[in-house]
């Protein structure tokens, strides 16, 4: 595994030593780091097929309305 170092905020900093001692999901730090960019690549995968899907025309809602529209039928 590639070892980095990273400046954080002090309250980026406070946020991740928080999250790890009061959640308990992670083990240190590096655990949720990893997580929080393996979510983000992720979106990054949804948000581009989603943008893909908009524009093949197969749908005519935008991103915005299918969320809403989910939103509203998950209540």
Same mark, same amino acid.
């Given at each position: 595994? =590639?070892?980095?170092? /990273?400046? !954080?905020?002090?309250?980026?900093? !406070?946020? %991740?030593?928080?999250?790890?001692?009061?959640?308990?999901?992670?083990?240190?730090?590096?655990? %949720?780091?990893?997580? %929080? /960019?393996?979510? =983000?690549?992720? =979106?990054?995968? /949804?948000?581009?097929?989603l943008a893909k899907s908009e524009q093949s025309g197969f749908s005519t809602q935008s991103a915005?309305?299918? %969320?809403?529209?989910?939103?509203?039928?998950?209540?």
């Amino acid at each position: 595994m =590639a070892r980095q170092s /990273i400046s !954080l905020t002090e309250q980026n900093d !406070l946020w %991740l030593r928080n999250h790890v001692e009061n959640v308990g999901d992670y083990a240190n730090k590096s655990e %949720l780091v990893n997580d %929080l /960019i393996r979510r =983000a690549r992720r =979106a990054e995968v /949804i948000n581009s097929k989603l943008a893909k899907s908009e524009q093949s025309g197969f749908s005519t809602q935008s991103a915005d309305e299918m %969320l809403a529209e989910f939103k509203s039928s998950t209540k």
